[in-house]
């Protein structure tokens, strides 16, 4: 490794050479691209399952890998098997099954659910049941496979079968920042010579009628479900909540020292990430901006850049009433009102909803996408300005640009806040 | 096989909360282990199922809002409460400063079911003729707003950050037993190779729901009828125990300059994954393991091994070979899961600072006497997936 190889701070540069993608827009980074470039709606009524009496009915669920249900794990394990492929594809490297790093896997958290909940209380013979009652209609053995779906650790184990990670894969949850904690661990083990290269995605696949509902009582779903593609409006005056969604997008990660000897197409450079909790409430931010604030700067500092040196911003604009404007309080105290009013921010949310735990990793491959074609992705559904947060939203309409370095938002309930500095290949 | 790179720079672990079936605090833990009581089990409230239940613990005295105890779900407020225990034990409990620099990370299960809410709903459904529906109206009556906060697995992590003031990073692993071992392999990576100077890592798990009992019985993993030690032949299942276990690890460096004196050294944590359904895989690698981690040279090793089927034998067998004094950690907590490691790796360190192991459990096939202490290798292998092992030292 040549001086070449490394950073401002003597570390290993961390470059990736393989993205994957799969959202309610389509599959692959090539459709997806098309469609948020062409300022697309993936948010659509929800068919998978009934949804009279729900007060939100709309949804950016994929539903073209299955017919009808399935349970959610195998659903965020198919996305990101499909994520994963293209990226590993891509990167063209290792062969198929054994590849040579680590996983580090963003899933969601999982729970036996109704369907299944069901059927075991048919298994115990008579109604009304006690909850106690099911434990014996378990003991049955009839249904053994559940155990292991319904396992945490059960997608990312099944993952690393799969395509041959090394070692334990790491199954993880920062909520809504899952995804860019994902690609922070790929990026630290490199840093610290622990691997060469590794596997980071996101996945969720969790739209059912529970999950929904959850979010729905703490108010955060907008309830514009007449029009699910206007639905999502981040940072604009009408925005009312934000639009559940599923996908997956994974990154192969590689030290750029490793990626060069094996002539492998750089895509673009990991060049920090920053992280730092909040402590006010478990799902407000701290009204200062303090942790957001705290967050970006730390990113910067670990990229060893200053907020001139980014050409745009990638948010986590959820369209949630509290989350945009808190943002926007955070990006101020960080860029200061005339570099913020000057640089460019888009919420790919705006198209595919918030899809969760993937969303860090998927914003974080737009983000690679955005630079790499040199365009921005709109927000579409901007139609009525906030002028509380005056932003330059790119409404509604992608831009063309030069786009040298992304500072991207991952903000989670429960404190978690991650952002990462995405760049283009080093000169 | 994942190398930690224990060579670059030490860790300590400064501060350990401990809380469990037997106690808080790890003088209690110890007093307990060695006065010859047998394990607090509890056979009836879940009955056939046997469950370790927590000791009663005034949760207020490290959650001090009720507000705050309110948003939580039992497991999470025994995480809070161990990791407001490791924090006082390192002497960094309120001191913002270092709080907010202090980076966590939460192995973590996932929040309870309503347990009459479930089966009110399960009946009503039976007879409905519009399920669907039906459905979707109950659970936006029936739930609590506040329990889908409660159950998120990340959540446990954002109290600690709410209650204690925990803020330089917050990550939560999910897993299983792997959970933890990852969570620890992580933090000491981190500090020993400088990306990071202090840490909070640690994990709870309440054993007293049906709704995990429910998950393990499905594949028919549990322990029913009466206690067994863990090693017994055939394998007695698993007796799950409520327990939260937290380490503060720390560089030399930091701990030196605030004076804090340390419980002993982590010199290592390695982890690993064998592929089970091969025969013969899983006692392969505990074997590797206990090579890499030079078991040969420890005094003792401490298992948390679980006493389920399939995984315990291949273990018990690889730790018989090493001629090792061993000690399980269910044998006397139960078995905790995502806190399973942690909880061993704390009753590790405790042992390297007593200098000496506790007496073995009475009935057990593979606990024998042990002698004086000073490197212990813990070990780890999930009830269903994951190998891990760790090694505590006394400085």
């Given at each position: 490794m040549t001086q070449a190889h490394l950073d401002k701070f003597g570390r290993p540069i961390v470059v990736v050479t393989g993205i994957g993608i799969v959202t309610s827009l389509g599959q692959g980074k090539d459709d997806n691209w098309r469609r948020l470039t062409a300022g697309e709606s993936g948010i659509h009524t929800i068919t998978r399952f009934p949804i009279a009496g729900m007060r939100t009915t709309i949804a950016g669920t994929v539903d073209f890998l299955f017919e009808g249900r399935v349970p959610a794990p195998d659903l965020s394990e198919k996305l990101a098997t499909l994520a994963a492929e293209e990226a590993i594809a891509e990167a063209s490297i290792g062969t198929p099954g054994d590849f040579p790093g680590p996983l580090f896997a963003a899933v969601p958290p999982v729970e036996l659910e109704w369907p299944e909940r069901r059927q075991i209380a048919d298994a115990?013979?008579?109604?009304?049941?006690?909850?106690?009652?099911l434990l014996a209609a378990a003991d049955s053995g009839k249904f053994r496979p559940w155990h292991e779906r319904f396992l945490f650790g059960s997608v990312a184990d099944r993952l690393a079968d799969r395509f041959?990670?090394?070692g334990q894969p790491i199954s993880l949850s920062t909520a809504c920042a899952s995804g860019a904690t994902a690609i922070q661990l790929g990026v630290e083990a490199i840093r610290r010579g622990d691997t060469e290269v590794a596997l980071s995605l996101g996945t969720d696949g969790s739209v059912h009628p529970e999950a929904l509902i959850r979010f729905s009582l703490l108010s955060a779903?907008?309830?514009?479900?007449?029009k699910p593609a206007e639905a999502a409006r981040p940072f604009a005056k009408n925005r009312d909540g934000f639009v559940m969604a599923e996908g997956a997008a994974a990154l192969v990660l590689e030290s750029y020292a490793h990626a060069v000897a094996r002539g492998a197409k750089i895509l673009g450079v990991l060049e920090g990430c920053g992280e730092m909790a909040d402590n006010f409430h478990r799902t407000r931010s701290n009204p200062d901006g303090r942790p957001i604030i705290g967050c970006m700067r730390n990113a910067f500092a670990d990229a060893g850049i200053t907020p001139d040196d980014v050409d745009y911003i990638n948010a986590h604009g959820t369209s949630t009433p509290e989350n945009d404007r808190m943002e926007y309080v955070g990006m101020k105290g960080v860029f200061g009102e005339e570099k913020l009013a000057r640089t460019p921010i888009s919420s790919n949310k705006s198209m595919i909803g918030h899809t969760l735990t993937a969303a860090g990793a998927i914003e974080a491959a737009v983000s690679l996408l955005t630079i790499a074609n040199g365009r921005i992705p709109p927000t579409i559904?901007?139609?009525?300005?906030d002028p509380a947060i005056p932003l330059d939203v790119v409404p509604n309409v992608a831009r063309d640009a030069t786009v040298r370095r992304v500072i991207s938002n991952s903000f989670g309930f429960g404190g978690q806040n991650v952002c990462l500095v995405l760049a283009g290949e080093p000169a | 096989m994942p190398d930690t790179r224990a060579a670059r720079r030490e860790v300590w672990i400064t501060g350990i909360g401990l809380v469990s079936s037997l106690g808080e605090g790890l003088e209690a833990h110890w007093e307990a282990l060695t006065n010859g009581q047998a394990p607090i089990t509890d056979a009836t409230t879940f009955a056939p199922y046997v469950v370790h239940p927590l000791v009663k613990v005034s949760f207020d005295s490290q959650i001090p809002k009720k507000g705050d105890q309110r948003q939580m779900e039992p497991w999470q407020r025994i995480g809070t409460y161990a990791a407001g225990l490791a924090l006082e034990a390192a002497g960094i409990a309120k001191n913002t400063e270092i709080l907010s620099k202090t980076d966590m990370i939460v192995a973590a299960g996932g929040g309870e079911r309503d347990f009459a809410v479930d089966a009110a709903i399960l009946n009503d459904l039976s007879t409905s003729n519009d399920p669907g529906r039906m459905l979707n109206e109950r659970l936006l009556s029936d739930l609590r707003p506040t329990l889908s906060l409660a159950q998120l697995s990340n959540l446990l992590a954002g109290n600690i950050s709410i209650v204690h003031g925990v803020t330089g990073s917050s990550r939560t692993f999910m897993g299983e037993e792997s959970a933890g071992v990852e969570a620890v392999r992580i933090a000491h990576a981190r500090i020993a190779s400088n990306q990071s100077e202090i840490g909070l890592v640690g994990g709870a798990y309440n054993a007293e729901r049906e709704d995990t009992l429910l998950l393990n019985d499905l594949d028919d993993f549990c322990l029913k009828g009466e206690f067994r030690p863990v090693f017994s032949k055939p394998e007695p299942g698993i007796a799950a125990g409520s327990m939260g276990a937290f380490l503060v690890l720390e560089s030399p460096e930091h701990a030196k300059a605030r004076g804090a004196t340390p419980i002993a050294k982590l010199s290592g944590v390695w982890s690993e994954r064998a592929r089970r359904q091969v025969e013969g895989a899983l006692g392969d690698k505990v074997r590797a393991l206990l090579a890499t981690v030079g078991a040969d040279g420890a005094n003792a090793i401490i298992s948390c091994a679980t006493g389920a089927r399939d995984a315990t034998t291949p273990e018990a067998e690889a730790l018989a070979a090493t001629g090792r004094p061993v000690r399980a950690v269910s044998n006397r907590l139960g078995h905790g899961f995502e806190a399973q490691f942690i909880a061993g790796l704390a009753l590790g360190a405790l042992c390297v600072s007593k200098g000496a192991l506790y007496p073995a459990l009475a009935g057990d096939p593979l606990e024998t006497a042990g002698a004086g202490v000073s490197r212990v290798v813990v070990t780890s292998v999930g009830h269903w997936r994951g190998e891990g092992a760790g090694v505590v030292e006394k400085i």
């Amino acid at each position: 490794m040549t001086q070449a190889h490394l950073d401002k701070f003597g570390r290993p540069i961390v470059v990736v050479t393989g993205i994957g993608i799969v959202t309610s827009l389509g599959q692959g980074k090539d459709d997806n691209w098309r469609r948020l470039t062409a300022g697309e709606s993936g948010i659509h009524t929800i068919t998978r399952f009934p949804i009279a009496g729900m007060r939100t009915t709309i949804a950016g669920t994929v539903d073209f890998l299955f017919e009808g249900r399935v349970p959610a794990p195998d659903l965020s394990e198919k996305l990101a098997t499909l994520a994963a492929e293209e990226a590993i594809a891509e990167a063209s490297i290792g062969t198929p099954g054994d590849f040579p790093g680590p996983l580090f896997a963003a899933v969601p958290p999982v729970e036996l659910e109704w369907p299944e909940r069901r059927q075991i209380a048919d298994a115990v013979g008579h109604y009304p049941i006690v909850y106690h009652d099911l434990l014996a209609a378990a003991d049955s053995g009839k249904f053994r496979p559940w155990h292991e779906r319904f396992l945490f650790g059960s997608v990312a184990d099944r993952l690393a079968d799969r395509f041959g990670t090394r070692g334990q894969p790491i199954s993880l949850s920062t909520a809504c920042a899952s995804g860019a904690t994902a690609i922070q661990l790929g990026v630290e083990a490199i840093r610290r010579g622990d691997t060469e290269v590794a596997l980071s995605l996101g996945t969720d696949g969790s739209v059912h009628p529970e999950a929904l509902i959850r979010f729905s009582l703490l108010s955060a779903l907008t309830t514009a479900n007449d029009k699910p593609a206007e639905a999502a409006r981040p940072f604009a005056k009408n925005r009312d909540g934000f639009v559940m969604a599923e996908g997956a997008a994974a990154l192969v990660l590689e030290s750029y020292a490793h990626a060069v000897a094996r002539g492998a197409k750089i895509l673009g450079v990991l060049e920090g990430c920053g992280e730092m909790a909040d402590n006010f409430h478990r799902t407000r931010s701290n009204p200062d901006g303090r942790p957001i604030i705290g967050c970006m700067r730390n990113a910067f500092a670990d990229a060893g850049i200053t907020p001139d040196d980014v050409d745009y911003i990638n948010a986590h604009g959820t369209s949630t009433p509290e989350n945009d404007r808190m943002e926007y309080v955070g990006m101020k105290g960080v860029f200061g009102e005339e570099k913020l009013a000057r640089t460019p921010i888009s919420s790919n949310k705006s198209m595919i909803g918030h899809t969760l735990t993937a969303a860090g990793a998927i914003e974080a491959a737009v983000s690679l996408l955005t630079i790499a074609n040199g365009r921005i992705p709109p927000t579409i559904n901007y139609n009525i300005p906030d002028p509380a947060i005056p932003l330059d939203v790119v409404p509604n309409v992608a831009r063309d640009a030069t786009v040298r370095r992304v500072i991207s938002n991952s903000f989670g309930f429960g404190g978690q806040n991650v952002c990462l500095v995405l760049a283009g290949e080093p000169a | 096989m994942p190398d930690t790179r224990a060579a670059r720079r030490e860790v300590w672990i400064t501060g350990i909360g401990l809380v469990s079936s037997l106690g808080e605090g790890l003088e209690a833990h110890w007093e307990a282990l060695t006065n010859g009581q047998a394990p607090i089990t509890d056979a009836t409230t879940f009955a056939p199922y046997v469950v370790h239940p927590l000791v009663k613990v005034s949760f207020d005295s490290q959650i001090p809002k009720k507000g705050d105890q309110r948003q939580m779900e039992p497991w999470q407020r025994i995480g809070t409460y161990a990791a407001g225990l490791a924090l006082e034990a390192a002497g960094i409990a309120k001191n913002t400063e270092i709080l907010s620099k202090t980076d966590m990370i939460v192995a973590a299960g996932g929040g309870e079911r309503d347990f009459a809410v479930d089966a009110a709903i399960l009946n009503d459904l039976s007879t409905s003729n519009d399920p669907g529906r039906m459905l979707n109206e109950r659970l936006l009556s029936d739930l609590r707003p506040t329990l889908s906060l409660a159950q998120l697995s990340n959540l446990l992590a954002g109290n600690i950050s709410i209650v204690h003031g925990v803020t330089g990073s917050s990550r939560t692993f999910m897993g299983e037993e792997s959970a933890g071992v990852e969570a620890v392999r992580i933090a000491h990576a981190r500090i020993a190779s400088n990306q990071s100077e202090i840490g909070l890592v640690g994990g709870a798990y309440n054993a007293e729901r049906e709704d995990t009992l429910l998950l393990n019985d499905l594949d028919d993993f549990c322990l029913k009828g009466e206690f067994r030690p863990v090693f017994s032949k055939p394998e007695p299942g698993i007796a799950a125990g409520s327990m939260g276990a937290f380490l503060v690890l720390e560089s030399p460096e930091h701990a030196k300059a605030r004076g804090a004196t340390p419980i002993a050294k982590l010199s290592g944590v390695w982890s690993e994954r064998a592929r089970r359904q091969v025969e013969g895989a899983l006692g392969d690698k505990v074997r590797a393991l206990l090579a890499t981690v030079g078991a040969d040279g420890a005094n003792a090793i401490i298992s948390c091994a679980t006493g389920a089927r399939d995984a315990t034998t291949p273990e018990a067998e690889a730790l018989a070979a090493t001629g090792r004094p061993v000690r399980a950690v269910s044998n006397r907590l139960g078995h905790g899961f995502e806190a399973q490691f942690i909880a061993g790796l704390a009753l590790g360190a405790l042992c390297v600072s007593k200098g000496a192991l506790y007496p073995a459990l009475a009935g057990d096939p593979l606990e024998t006497a042990g002698a004086g202490v000073s490197r212990v290798v813990v070990t780890s292998v999930g009830h269903w997936r994951g190998e891990g092992a760790g090694v505590v030292e006394k400085i």
